[in-house]
């Protein structure tokens, strides 16, 4: 965290397990990330990441989608709960529910997500099983900026593993997830650290359309590993992209 750096407000949107929401929270409770969590929502009301929320005493909030089957009304209750809470940034965390091209728009250049594949390959789901299937010898997880189109954002970050002739869909799905807790955090960082940074990504997401064909060099999940480990024991932000 820089000296003087304003913590960034953050609304974390989840349908599932919180366990990115659960890194995202103790990197800023640790003061690794300058940031506080100022809403977490979930459109499924018994999602194991609202009972994490409420542990850790965060704002929650379910906007259960079954009671609004109509997309449009949905969103709108979704704008006035992020209205309320005012967040600098919208992060995604295993939220399961398509957001409607006026939400992108509302929020653009705001919203970010991680994708368990080295996007652009598999986009959407069951993306465990996909890459297996395909005998992949690399898998990994992505951190994109949110476009109208499905998981097609610019990338921010990049992580990835070797495969193993053993690896199951569980293991891979393990081993995946082992790479965002990490991966995630950091790269909220390093977003947070100099938004300007990334003046050539967001600019391109007011174009319709979604750019990923800019270079974001993978990082190796060893390399991972000692950054993170590295940021847990200075708090100094390593460099991811050199
Ligand atoms: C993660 O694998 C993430 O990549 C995907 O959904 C999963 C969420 O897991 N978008 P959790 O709810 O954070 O445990």
């Given at each position: 965290?820089?000296?003087?750096?304003?913590?960034?407000?953050?609304?974390v949107l989840v349908s599932g397990n919180g366990?990115?929401?659960?890194?995202?929270?103790?990197?800023?409770?640790?003061?690794?990330?300058?940031?506080?969590?100022?809403l977490v929502l979930s459109n499924k009301p018994h999602a194991k990441a609202l009972a994490?929320a409420q542990?850790?005493?965060?704002?929650n909030t379910v906007i259960n989608a079954q009671h609004y089957p109509e997309k449009g009304r949905f969103d709108t209750a979704l704008c006035v709960e992020l209205?309320?809470?005012?967040?600098?940034?919208?992060?995604l965390a295993g939220y399961m529910r398509i957001l409607t091209?006026t939400f992108?728009?509302?929020?653009?250049?705001?919203?970010?997500?991680?994708?368990?594949?080295?996007?652009?390959?598999?986009?959407?789901l069951?993306?465990?099983?996909?890459?297996?299937?395909?005998?992949?010898?690399?898998?990994?997880?992505?951190?994109?900026?949110?476009?109208?189109?499905?998981?097609?954002?610019?990338?921010?970050?990049?992580?990835?593993?070797?495969?193993?002739?053993?690896?199951?869909?569980?293991?891979?799905?393990?081993?995946?997830?082992?790479?965002?807790?990490?991966?995630?955090?950091?790269?909220?960082?390093?977003?947070?650290?100099?938004?300007?940074?990334?003046?050539?990504?967001?600019?391109?997401?007011?174009?319709?359309?979604?750019?990923?064909?800019?270079?974001?060099?993978?990082?190796?999940?060893?390399?991972?590993?000692?950054?993170?480990?590295?940021?847990?024991?200075?708090?100094?932000?390593?460099?991811?992209?050199?």
């Amino acid at each position: 965290m820089k000296k003087n750096q304003k913590k960034a407000r953050l609304a974390v949107l989840v349908s599932g397990n919180g366990s990115n929401l659960q890194a995202i929270q103790e990197a800023c409770k640790t003061k690794r990330l300058c940031a506080e969590i100022c809403l977490v929502l979930s459109n499924k009301p018994h999602a194991k990441a609202l009972a994490r929320a409420q542990n850790a005493g965060l704002p929650n909030t379910v906007i259960n989608a079954q009671h609004y089957p109509e997309k449009g009304r949905f969103d709108t209750a979704l704008c006035v709960e992020l209205q309320r809470a005012a967040p600098d940034w919208i992060v995604l965390a295993g939220y399961m529910r398509i957001l409607t091209l006026t939400f992108i728009q509302a929020w653009k250049g705001r919203i970010i997500n991680i994708h368990p594949s080295l996007l652009p390959k598999y986009r959407g789901l069951n993306t465990h099983e996909r890459v297996l299937a395909a005998q992949e010898q690399e898998h990994g997880c992505s951190v994109h900026w949110v476009v109208p189109e499905l998981d097609a954002g610019p990338i921010i970050t990049q992580a990835s593993f070797n495969l193993k002739a053993s690896d199951t869909v569980d293991s891979a799905k393990e081993k995946t997830q082992q790479l965002e807790h990490m991966l995630y955090p950091l790269s909220l960082a390093w977003v947070l650290s100099d938004p300007t940074r990334f003046h050539g990504t967001t600019q391109r997401l007011t174009n319709q359309k979604p750019n990923v064909d800019h270079t974001v060099q993978i990082i190796k999940a060893d390399r991972l590993k000692k950054l993170d480990a590295q940021w847990r024991q200075t708090s100094k932000l390593p460099n991811l992209f050199d």
